[in-house]
T-cell receptor, first 114, second 113 residues
Framework: GAGVSQSPSNKVTEKGKDVELRCDPISGHTALYWYRQSLGQGLEFLIYFQGNSAPDKSGLPSDRFSAERTGGSVSTLTIQRTQQEDSAVYLC????????????FGSGTRLTVV | AQSVTQLGSHVSVSEGALVLLRCNYSSSVPPYLFWYVQYPNQGLQLLLKYTSAATLVKGINGFEAEFKKSETSFHLTKPSAHMSDAAEYFCAVSGGTGNQFYFGTGTSLTVIP
């Protein structure tokens, strides 16, 4: 596609429920990233996929968070047993391989846990 | 290790005045540096990037930034602020392993008419 597409744009869920957030990167971008942006905070790195390499999961805050990337394209971030502190905007970005290239971000999914 | 510090979480300028948003970085390798802008309820958009070519980098919407190695800085400037510049601005450094970027905590720019 022309840009990075994220769905849903907004998600309200009850505490304790599981949620899945989807990211469709730009075609041909081998790198895909998930970040979390809490109110008034900067961007918190969650996870990074590069091609067929093992993902860098060093930013996942707990074992309730997981992500996968199927076929080197679409990625799903799953949060199990959601907590109120999980409320944030979840941003996905993709890029070509190499530090020269900046990220292209999606518009994010605003998650609210009530 | 790589990190970015943005001085001033909130900056207010009058319309037509100079915009200066500060960014200092720390990097154990030659850095690539980026500025992103985030308008309300939108994702981040790349403003400009430094990738070891010219130290003065020009970006979109009249913004520019100068890489100063001696000061480990990459401040963002615009000669004359416009109301449409009101947004959140993030500085980021890329370095080390992988493509991971390290973002600053952001600076919220308010433009006063």
């Amino acid at each position: 596609g022309a840009g990075v597409s994220q769905s849903p744009s907004n998600k309200v869920t009850e505490k304790g429920k599981d949620v899945e957030l989807r990211c469709d990167p730009i075609s041909g971008h081998t790198a895909l990233y998930w970040y979390r942006q809490s109110l008034g905070q900067g961007l918190e790195f969650l996870i990074y996929f590069q091609g067929n390499s093992a993902p860098d999961k060093s930013g996942l805050p707990s074992d309730r968070f997981s992500a996968e990337r199927t076929g080197g394209s679409v990625s799903t971030l799953t949060i199990q047993r959601t907590q109120q502190e999980d409320s944030a905007v979840y941003l996905c970005a993709s890029s070509l391989e190499g530090r020269f290239y900046g990220y292209t971000f999606g518009s994010g999914t605003r998650l609210t846990v009530v | 290790a790589q990190s970015v510090t943005q001085l001033g979480s909130h900056v207010s300028v009058s319309e037509g005045a100079l915009v200066l948003l500060r960014c200092n970085y720390s990097s154990s390798v030659p850095p690539y540096l980026f500025w992103y802008v985030q308008y309300p309820n939108q994702g981040l958009q790349l403003l400009l990037k430094y990738t070891s070519a010219a130290t003065l980098v020009k970006g979109i919407n009249g913004f520019e930034a100068e890489f100063k190695k001696s000061e480990t800085s990459f401040h963002l400037t615009k000669p004359s602020a416009h109301m449409s510049d009101a947004a959140e601005y993030f500085c980021a450094v890329s370095g080390g392993t992988g493509n991971q970027f390290y973002f600053g905590t952001g600076t919220s720019l308010t433009v006063i008419p």
